[in-house]
Nanobody, 116 residues
Framework: QVQLVESGGGLVQPGGSLRLSCAASRNILGIYTMGWYRQAPGKQRELVAD???????NYADSVKGRFTISRDNANNTVYLQMNKLKPEDTAVYFC??????????WGQGTQVSVSS
């Protein structure tokens, strides 16, 4: 059974930090990119950041300079370090994996809330 197990969400004050983790099950073969999307209430799901097997990264303009994505290829795990969080970062964050063959897998989502 294919699984993406996310952890690390929660409630944090503005300016604070959180680290999200997502472990993909080992039966997902040929992983190309791993990344994070988010969806705020009433809004469409949007890309936050992703990272390819070779290490190249892609960030949404709204998080550049504040978020850092990294990846452990040996353990099929992707991380998102989120610093200087803002209330507008509040959303459900979803882990995403894309294979070389074009298949996509999604995690169940983890809530990130930024509020004083």
């Amino acid at each position: 059974q294919v699984q993406l197990v996310e952890s690390g969400g929660g409630l944090v004050q503005p300016g604070g930090s959180l680290r999200l983790s997502c472990a993909a099950s080992r039966n997902i073969l040929g992983i190309y990119t791993m990344g994070w999307y988010r969806q705020a209430p009433g809004k469409q799901r949007e890309l936050v950041a992703d990272i390819a097997t070779g290490g190249s990264t892609n960030y949404a303009d709204s998080v550049k300079g504040r978020f850092t994505i990294s990846r452990d290829n040996a353990n099929n795990t992707v991380y998102l370090q989120m610093n200087k969080l803002k209330p507008e970062d509040t959303a459900v964050y979803f882990c995403n994996v894309r294979t070389w063959s074009g298949q996509r897998y999604w995690g169940q989502g983890t809530q990130v809330s930024v509020s004083s």
